[in-house]
């Protein structure tokens, strides 16, 4: 705790700011279990000051490094309603709100909701444009294209691919013109990242090796551990399962000793996935269950719907049908409302080895209750129900629920007017199309 005894009351308050954001910010570098709840602290205190002294736009700061603190916890439902609050003042200067819109594309980003984040950032275009802040356009450029590239994938569109791409070269550009290192080497690790994504495995390996050199002499242990999950997700595709363990391993730890729990349980995910195809079925059993667990008590419920996923995937055979059940149902619960369409593949393809054990299990008990029929029409079941909410969620669109369940427009209409007849009362009314007023000779 600083000593503010003595000094004028608006240089306490800016003391105790920048003592929260420096706590905050060195905390979570070095992994500090307990920085973002001191850094809170901090600056509620100088924000109490400064809303004496009339102070809008200090206040505003304040409470958006406090969101940022509640974001590297995990706390996104926190971070939203504070960074909403800063965004509804009209008096609040521009790179304040800047910094508190990207926050919020953040959050909604690190929540998968990739639509919105996109939303966020597109509309604040101009205002990044008019800030002289290098930092912070650098920051807005990198938060554009990492949520490309997620829907780049969910929605299939090459076109964001590409975008992403130049994206991440702005982001480096105005990293280096700030002398920003630590900046520069996370939109490195993002690049391997994409690399990683379009399987291109020894690329992803160049760029994040390059990242992790960088925040090596910068002795920042946790971004490195966020480099190691990302190097284990890569091992784990090309099936090098003893290095990812190896680098997945040494992530958890390091994440364990600060407060980003959100981090955690996506290498604890990890991890267990790492274990279970090296055979270690309880230990991975234990690290996946913890990391479900983790995720959910921080209310980062789309990890904590994957760490459940894994569950299944990676240990369905050492599962009893009553716990597959259960497993799924919280999965189905956490992840239905994801705009990834590869998210919703496998909580399908899920569904369909949780019924398969479970139609296994009647047909030993009871043989004479399985009919032919039984696994396709629960199958349809579950379908029926994915996308009955895609279309809930995409207000009746047939066309922008196609895009979140990762099918076609005509493959989507086909299911609902042949297996889903009674879904049709959700969608829109189809627009008959405008005959041509040109005539054909």
Known sequence: MPHIERLERNVAAEVLLRAGVLTARLGNLSGIKGSQESAKNLITK??????????????????????????????????????KDVLSQPTVENE?????????????????????????????????????????KGSYHDALAGVLVNLAASEQREDYTDRAFVEYAAAAYHFEQAGHRHHLAAVINNLGFLYFQFGKYTEAHEQLGHARRILASLKDSGTIAQVDETRA????????????????RSAVRTLEKGGRQSLLAEALTTHGAAQARLGYHERARFTLFRAAEIAHVSGALNTAGLAALALIEELSEHLTPDEM????QKAYDWLVTSQHSQTLHRLLKAASRVLS????TR???KPETVTRGTLRKAIHKYEKEIIRQALRDSEGSVTHAAGVLGVTHQSLIYLLQNRHRDLLLERKPAVPRKKSIIKKR
């Open 325 to 328: 059940k259960a497993i799924y």
């Open 46 to 83: 100088s924000s109490r000051i400064f809303a004496a002294l009339s102070a809008v736009n200090k206040v505003a700061e304040g409470q958006t490094e406090i969101a940022g603190c509640y974001w590297r916890e995990g706390g996104y439902d926190e971070a939203r309603i504070i960074l």
């Open 357 to 360: 054990a479970c139609v296994d």
């Open 233 to 248: 997700r890569v091992f784990l595709a090309e099936g090098k399962y003893g290095l990812a363990e190896s680098a997945s």
């Open 363 to 365: 047909n030993e008990s």
């Open 96 to 136: 304040i709100k800047a910094k508190a819109t990207l926050r919020s594309a953040i959050v909604e980003w690190c929540s998968h909701h990739y639509t919105d984040a996109l939303y966020i950032l597109t509309e604040a275009a101009r205002l990044f444009e008019e800030i002289e802040n290098q930092t912070v």
